[in-house]
């Protein structure tokens, strides 16, 4: 089983089936870009973690939500 294509439907079923307990029950696998690494990827918390365990430094973030009493969501970005 590959979870890397079939975008973000993909990746939540086969998240369920790798946690779950299905692909080894059914003696299957996940092919390609491992479960762990596309956990790391979809998780903002888990992501920033593993950037920080590796000294990459990474921005800060808070919910503001509290402060102003409204949600905004602002992404820093790059563009050279």
């Known amino acids: 089983m590959s979870l890397a ?3 973000q439907s993909n990746l939540n079923c086969g998240g369920a089936f790798y946690h779950g307990g299905v692909l080894k029950r059914h003696n299957n696998q996940v092919l390609g870009t491992p479960e762990r690494t596309l956990e790391l990827s979809e998780d903002r918390d ?5 950037l920080k365990d590796i000294n990459i430094p990474v921005a800060r973030s808070t919910a503001a939500v509290n402060h102003i009493g409204y949600l905004v969501v602002v992404r820093s970005a ?3």
């Open 78 to 80: 790059f563009n050279p």
């Open 46 to 50: 888990l992501f920033a973690q593993a």
């Open 5 to 7: 294509f079939g975008y």
